[in-house]
C-alpha cells in the first residue's frame, strides 16, 4: 500500500493563487518553480510522522524548515504554507 507521504508528493497539484498566498505568507518573491522546489524538497524531506491527515486536509509540518504546508486530501492540491514558531 502507497503511504500519504508518496501519495502526497506523486499527486501534488498547485492553483494559480495558491502561488501568491504563499509568497505573501512567508513574505517572500519566489518563482512559481521555486515555490515548488521549496515545496518539494520540504515534503520529501519531513518525516512521515509530521505528515497529519485532519478533516479534508493534510498538515505537513517541518520543524528544521518552521514552516507547515496545508494540503487538500481529495485533489492533493496546496492550499497554504504557514510559518511556524519554534
Known sequence: ???PKQKIIENLCYTDL???RINKKLATDL???QIESFI????KTTNE?????TGKNYYVTNTGRNVRITINSNTFRVITVDR???
Do not use: A, G, P, Q
Open 84 to 86: 511556524t514558531t519554534k
Open 1 to 3: 500500500m502507497i503511504s
Open 31 to 33: 518563482s512559481n518553480v
Open 18 to 20: 495558491v502561488y501568491k
Open 40 to 43: 518539494d524538497e520540504i515534503l
Open 49 to 53: 510522522k509530521f505528515y497529519i491527515k
